[in-house]
């Protein structure tokens, strides 16, 4: 079955300390995987896909895939990062986009 | 600038009526999708299309129609609101293209009371 896991409701970090947001998927193909962020009284929008292999706002994924994991990570923790993220997977040849759960990020000041 | 526009913000219907929820895009864009976003669950995709008149369903599609008459319109249908149907109701639409973007509407707060 496909699945993404994000196993954190709520992550709590300081400004300037690291970030790391977890993600795991179940698929048996090769997928895309995305990274959405949603800020207050904002819509969803993309922040970074695997594909790019970009980094927007600081933010990077690498994609494991003897982990299954798309780990979304920062070096330095802004206030503005404050959010919900939300791990995503398209299968391949296929239309729909499935998300975890999310994680909620507090930068504490 | 892609935009995806849903017709309400909020919306309060009563137990056992039947409830639009209606979305446009204006670019062009093949899928459209519905989800559903409570706390704790995060998005659940109720039904989705990929062409005119096409759907197809999703996680949880019972209690819930849709209608795509027109490549721009998406239109999610509560058959008989109920009080579980009480969420936010997010539309996207995306090409039909790997490794696409999906663009969102800024959600309907459905109440049903």
């Known amino acids: 079955a496909q699945r993404v896991t994000q196993p954190e409701k709520l992550l709590s970090v300081f400004k300037g300390a690291p970030v790391e947001l977890k993600c795991n998927y179940s698929y048996s193909g090769s997928p895309e995987l995305f990274w959405y962020v949603q800020y207050s009284r904002q819509r969803l929008q993309l922040l970074l896909r695997h594909i790019s292999r970009e980094s927007i706002k600081g933010f990077t994924a690498d994609l494991n895939k003897g982990e299954t994991s798309f780990h979304l990570k920062k070096p330095f923790a802004q206030e503005e990062d404050s959010a919900m993220y939300y791990c995503a997977l398209s299968p391949n040849r296929d239309d729909k986009i499935i998300f975890g759960k999310g994680t909620r990020l507090h930068i504490l000041p | 600038d892609v935009k995806v526009t849903q017709s309400s913000r909020y919306l309060v219907k009563r137990t056992g009526e039947k409830v639009f929820l209606e979305c446009v895009q204006d670019m062009d864009h093949e899928n459209m999708f519905w989800y559903r976003q409570d706390p704790g669950l995060g998005l659940r995709l109720i039904y989705f299309s990929y062409d005119v008149k096409m759907k197809e369903k999703g996680d949880i599609p019972e209690g819930y129609s849709v209608s795509r008459e027109k490549k721009e319109r998406f239109s999610l249908i509560l058959e008989s609101a109920s009080t579980n149907q009480t969420s936010m109701y997010l539309c996207?639409?995306?090409?039909?293209?790997?490794?696409?973007?999906?663009?969102f509407g800024q959600g309907t707060r459905l109440t049903v009371v």
């Open positions: 996207a639409s995306s090409l039909d293209t790997p490794n696409t973007e999906a663009f």
